[in-house]
């Protein structure tokens, strides 16, 4: 465990020497603001941060990825990965230390909302549960992003392609529940046999589970959602890794 | 002699659909050796080293580093060896103490350890005076000083280095070399490079490897003696005679008129083990023939001709 926080720890720090890692903070307070001071601070607004959480999904499919796109695929083109494989720490400890390393810096960008959540504790009185649900929601949500964009990143040694591929996919999470209900409804083969579409795809979408935590309610089905992503795209970066050495 | 090996490869193979990296490949390193790995670009060495140190599995054979198997014990093998890879890859934005901490947590030592060790090291490698500088700032001299810093962390009872005095100046590769020698002993070394004099001065043994295959493997005394250069003898005197009185002297194998032939002064090339006997030998012969010696001399064997001959395309394919 303590060379998986080793790994974590480098990753986290080295952030902050790279120059994306401060774009990933610009563009992450300017989406932010722009949805508080859209959804929530006017005169009469419920005081609550549902529509940015909500929201903030259109802003954190292009953010994260920036945020990890360099993580494998730099390790490759730069022939560190030779030296992290011949270390003695498994590709799973490999992967668990730099998703815990993103997830770290993805947390600092979210600890820099709470700014938000003081300015609404001044004018007004938000339920403080249902804030606490927001922001694990956010977390949650966060955390499979930076999964996702961990297996993009671990699939070439260009990370502009590899942003560019966990771009396309978290896109299709973020808006494929929106997307579901105007689309076609069903696949059908022959008039003879249908496949419903529209409940798996509006369920497959981000949307419908990160609205329950924003509205204040944990459920266990929209925590499993999260955390069954996480872990897929987690153990899918883990057997990538693992069948490069074969090649 | 009896000491048990540090590294045993067993037929080890490596391919890359029909491509054939690495063939059937077996050598040993005895504990405590630095032996050399040579061989022209693309005769499998990397390949063979990236085996070695777990890097990529082989696709048949086997090989043993430090006791433990490559494939079922390869945890193992990475905790007992140290490995310089051909690029020194290093993170840039770290400090020099930054990154060979991090190196030396990676290999689970405590912080007093730690502590110790990069003080040791850097000592070593020169490089107690740049510790803090950030990596991306030192030149490439320094760099390589880093990667070998590292290596060294955990004080691995096997290295493997892939050409690691390339980058530094003149003197820092004496002192690179000074540094190897040094390490023989305590360390057993796998060195790979192309610098023959290199392994001249450092290596106890040299294993040659060219398309995919060992070619030769030994000292670089026994390797040098293999080339089989002769004794230059110039002569006044009949040359087919000559050529078959020097042929009967016990111990030559073979004679080749290098010019002459048929003229007053003949030159020839005698080849055979080459031992001052046979030379007093020839001397003797040619005087009580009544023929007179203007020049012998042994021609000097070198690596390098060596590594040429053995290493070429031609030579292999027979």
Redesign the interface.
């Known amino acids: 465990m303590?060379?998986t926080l080793?790994?974590a720890r480098?990753e986290f720090t080295?952030l902050f020497?790279?120059p994306v890692a401060y774009l990933v903070l610009f563009l992450f307070l300017l989406y932010m603001g722009i949805l508080f001071g859209m959804f929530i601070f006017y005169p009469g607004a419920p005081s609550e941060l549902r529509g940015v959480i909500d929201f903030s999904r259109f802003g954190l499919f292009i953010i994260v990825p920036l945020m990890t796109m360099s993580f494998f695929a730099d390790e490759y083109s730069?022939?560190?990965i030779?030296?992290l494989?011949?270390?003695?720490?498994?590709e799973f400890q490999l992967v668990l230390g730099k998703f815990i390393g993103a997830s770290l810096f993805y947390l600092v960008l979210v600890a820099s909302t709470l700014i938000y959540v003081g300015l609404l504790a001044i004018y007004g009185h938000p339920d403080w549960l249902q804030t606490a649900a927001s922001y694990l929601g956010l977390i949650l949500m966060g955390c499979m992003f930076v999964s996702i964009g961990l297996f993009f990143s671990a699939c070439t040694q260009n990370q502009f392609v590899a942003a560019t591929a966990s771009i396309l996919t978290l896109g299709v999470f973020s808006i494929i529940s929106e997307l579901s209900t105007r689309l076609w409804g069903e696949i059908s083969i022959f008039n003879w046999f249908s496949i419903p579409l529209r409940a798996p795809l509006y369920y497959l979408g981000v949307g419908p589970h990160i609205a329950d935590f924003s509205k204040g309610v944990v459920d266990t089905s929209h925590l499993a959602y999260f955390l069954v992503f996480t872990g897929l795209f987690l153990f899918l970066t883990y057997l990538l890794l693992e069948s490069k050495?074969?090649r | 002699m009896n000491r048990p090996a540090d590294i045993i490869v067993e037929r080890l193979t490596k391919t890359y659909g029909p491509l054939v990296a690495v063939d059937r490949v077996s050598f040993e390193v005895p504990k405590g050796e630095v032996v050399g790995f040579l061989g022209p670009n693309g005769a499998g060495k990397t390949t063979t080293i990236r085996m070695l140190t777990c890097y990529m599995p082989p696709t048949s054979g086997s090989a043993k580093v430090a006791g433990f198997d490559v494939f079922h014990e390869s945890l193992q093998v990475r905790e007992h060896i140290g490995y310089l890879p051909e690029s020194t890859p290093l993170y840039h934005e770290m400090r020099v103490s930054e990154y060979l901490d991090f190196r030396a947590k990676l290999r689970g030592l405590d912080r007093k350890t730690r502590r110790k060790r990069i003080a040791e090291v850097a000592a070593r490698t020169w490089l107690t005076d740049r510790l803090r500088s950030p990596i991306h700032t030192l030149s490439k001299g320094y760099r390589q000083r880093v990667g070998i810093a590292e290596v060294l962390l955990h004080n691995p009872p096997v290295l493997v280095m892939d050409e690691p005095t390339v980058g530094l100046d003149p003197s820092q590769i004496r002192e690179a070399r000074r540094l190897i020698s040094e390490l023989a002993g305590d360390h057993t070394v796998l060195l790979s490079t192309h610098i023959l004099q290199e392994v001249e001065m450092v290596c106890q043994k040299v294993i040659i490897m060219a398309q995919g295959r060992i070619v030769a493997q030994g000292t670089p005394e026994e390797l040098k003696n293999r080339t089989g250069t002769g004794i230059r003898v110039e002569v006044r005197g009949p040359a087919d005679q000559v050529r078959s009185a020097i042929n009967a002297i016990n111990g030559v194998d073979k004679v080749e008129m290098v010019s002459g032939s048929g003229a007053a002064i003949c030159v020839l090339n005698v080849r055979g083990k080459i031992t001052p006997e046979l030379r007093e030998a020839i001397a003797t012969t040619v005087a009580q023939r009544g023929w007179s010696l203007r020049e012998m001399r042994q021609e000097g064997a070198t690596l390098e001709e060596f590594f040429i001959r053995i290493t070429d395309p031609g030579s292999i394919a027979a």
């Not at chain 1, 494989?85 to 498994?90: A, D, H, L």
């Open positions: 303590s060379r080793t790994i480098r080295s020497y790279l730069s022939g560190r030779e030296m494989r011949t270390s003695p720490i498994t050495k074969w």
